[in-house]
């Protein structure tokens, strides 16, 4: 009887423990710093365009960078800072979300390094690049294993086209928010390919912050509907942008 019991806690221990880590959700992304030097934008100033510089860049250190805005938000919690072995990457940074098992890995590329960055990402939302992170006894899967990946940066694709591994390796579901100016006009012909789902993209000019990636997030934890979470996104982009909702709308969108 004795011996049972114990299989049966053995066997109890070992379902939960697959439960937990069927349940683990992860997300990543990935930020192009903003470079005044190197990219085609409108010259912000010197301290917010160092693409070379994480801690004060528009897109990462500044109020509302990933990095400063996750750190401060009260439904995350950062986790730790974790060095990479791809040297384009300055900085890295692992978050879990308060309420649920959801963690985020956010990437702060060197900004002269946005081309890379671009694929980097189209190709991991065709599930290519997958790599694990260990934290406490989950293994938390990122780049192409990640169910979310989102860019947030500058448009590259308005400068250059890009080459890489685009076809999807498998049919896992996976989502895409691309926070760059009209992205969804030049990411269209990449997630065709990859076979992505588009959760947020742009139809015109924006401020890529990180509020408006985090409102996109929150609704997808919550499993929202697509456009549910569109609309989160336009309605916190209005918030900060005061720049009307029905023009936030018809800027934030969803699908094809």
């Known amino acids: 009887m004795k011996k ?21 959700k992860t997300i990543h992304v990935f930020v192009a710093l903003c470079d005044n030097d190197n990219q085609g934008i409108v010259p912000v100033p010197s301290k917010l365009g160092n693409g070379q510089g994480p801690k004060n860049n528009l897109y990462w250190g500044a109020l509302y960078g ?6 401060n938000s009260k439904d995350w919690t950062f986790v730790k800072s974790i060095k990479s072995d791809n040297s384009k990457i300055l900085e890295r940074l692992l978050f879990k979300h308060k309420s649920s098992n959801t963690f985020l890995l956010a990437d702060a590329y060197d ?25 406490n006894s989950s293994k938390l899967n990122f780049g192409g294993g990640s169910e979310l990946l989102a860019y947030v940066g500058h448009d590259g694709l308005m400068d250059f086209n890009v080459e890489g591994n685009f076809s999807p390796i498998n049919k896992a579901k996976r989502d895409a928010i691309v926070l760059a100016c009209a992205s969804k006009s030049y ?31 929150d609704g997808w934890i919550l499993g929202e509907s697509d456009a549910q979470i569109a609309e989160g996104a336009a309605q916190a982009y209005h918030k900060y942008q005061k720049c009307g909702i029905k023009g936030a709308r018809r800027l934030l969108v969803t699908g094809f």
């Open 4 to 24: 049972l019991l114990l299989l049966l806690s053995v066997i109890i221990c070992l379902a939960f423990s697959k439960s937990d880590e069927d349940s683990v």
């Open 66 to 71: 990933v990095k400063t805005y996750f750190k």
């Open 187 to 217: 990411y269209k012909t990449y997630f065709e390919k990859t076979k992505v789902n588009p959760l947020v993209w742009t139809t015109g000019l924006m401020a890529p912050e990180a509020y408006t990636l985090k409102a996109s997030i």
């Open 111 to 135: 900004g002269k390094h946005i081309k890379q960055t671009t694929i980097d990402y189209i190709e991991a939302t065709a599930g290519r690049n997958s790599f694990s992170i260990t934290y």
